[in-house]
């Protein structure tokens, strides 16, 4: 499998902008997140789906930004309008839960991240 | 909810040395994540663990989740400088119905001189 796969991988845009971020995640696998990075903050969790449908989006800071599951292959979070603050390295990452001897288990694989930078 | 601290927040090791890094919960971890992250890159899935007292293995990095499973470490033998970036642990919840979803440290940078 080619993995969690993410596009584009950088994205200059001014503030006021619309942005739009792809994911397709590991086929088979029914979870999928979206988190934010930067210094400050760390690693956020957005919002997460599960089967296609959001299960938690408390993480997403605002009305500015949503998130898009339309198929067990697709997603999109997108931020309207974008502001500077919003610059961040984007992650998307998914996984299967799996019901193992020791208990569940649900590792996250990782794309390699969508770097934005709102000027 | 859960909450991890990890320790040191950064590290700066001589190659061939060894080092530790530690991950301690608030709550019982009903599962433990390590991973990895290069400058630039994505996080890659190292090891989990499950049980207390479990340790498991990947080449010259060990993991262990201590008995009462509220803290785990991540101990690197003979460091290399491939073995730089940052480290995150990440735990799930249990205690709400929040399958699937992990929560992380804030991750030990760690740079090794060669």
Request: charged share 20%.
């Given at each position: 499998?080619?993995?969690?796969?993410?596009?584009?991988?950088?994205?200059?845009?001014?503030?006021?902008?619309?942005?739009?971020?792809?994911?397709?995640?590991?086929?088979?696998?029914?979870?999928?997140f979206w988190y934010r990075?930067?210094?400050?903050?760390?690693l956020e969790l957005l919002i997460y789906?599960?089967?296609?449908?959001?299960?938690d989006?408390s993480g997403?800071?605002?009305?500015?930004?949503?998130?898009?599951?339309?198929?067990?292959?697709?997603?999109?979070?997108?931020?309207?309008?974008?502001?500077?603050?919003?610059?961040?390295?984007?992650?998307?990452a998914?996984?299967?839960?799996?019901?193992?001897?020791?208990?569940?288990?649900?590792?996250?694989?990782?794309?390699?991240?969508?770097?934005?930078?709102?000027? | 909810?859960?909450?991890?601290?990890?320790?040191?927040?950064?590290?700066?090791?001589?190659?061939?040395?060894?080092?530790?890094?530690?991950?301690?919960?608030?709550?019982?971890?009903?599962?433990?994540?390590?991973?990895?992250?290069?400058?630039?890159?994505?996080?890659?899935?190292?090891?989990?663990?499950?049980?207390?007292?479990?340790?498991?293995?990947?080449?010259?990095?060990?993991?262990?989740?201590?008995?009462?499973?509220?803290?785990?470490?991540?101990?690197?033998?003979?460091?290399?400088?491939?073995?730089?970036?940052?480290?995150?642990?990440?735990?799930?919840?249990?205690?709400?119905?929040?399958?699937?979803k992990l929560t992380f440290?804030?991750?030990?940078?760690?740079?090794?001189?060669?």
């Amino acid at each position: 499998d080619a993995g969690v796969i993410q596009s584009p991988r950088h994205e200059v845009t001014e503030m006021g902008q619309e942005v739009t971020l792809r994911c397709k995640p590991i086929s088979g696998h029914d979870y999928l997140f979206w988190y934010r990075q930067t210094m400050m903050r760390g690693l956020e969790l957005l919002i997460y789906f599960n089967n296609n449908v959001p299960i938690d989006d408390s993480g997403m800071p605002e009305d500015r930004f949503s998130a898009k599951m339309p198929n067990a292959s697709f997603s999109t979070l997108k931020i309207q309008p974008s502001e500077p603050r919003d610059s961040a390295v984007y992650f998307c990452a998914s996984s299967f839960l799996n019901h193992g001897e020791g208990g569940p288990q649900e590792t996250q694989y990782f794309g390699p991240g969508t770097r934005l930078l709102v000027l | 909810s859960q909450e991890l601290e990890q320790s040191p927040q950064s590290l700066i090791v001589q190659e061939g040395k060894n080092l530790t890094i530690n991950c301690t919960s608030s709550k019982t971890l009903y599962g433990l994540y390590w991973y990895k992250q290069k400058y630039g890159e994505g996080l890659i899935f190292l090891m989990m663990l499950q049980k207390g007292g479990e340790e498991k293995s990947h080449e010259k990095i060990t993991a262990k989740l201590d008995e009462k499973k509220q803290q785990s470490s991540l101990h690197i033998t003979a460091s290399q400088p491939s073995h730089a970036g940052i480290y995150l642990c990440g735990a799930v919840d249990r205690g709400g119905t929040s399958y699937g979803k992990l929560t992380f440290g804030q991750g030990t940078i760690l740079t090794v001189h060669p």
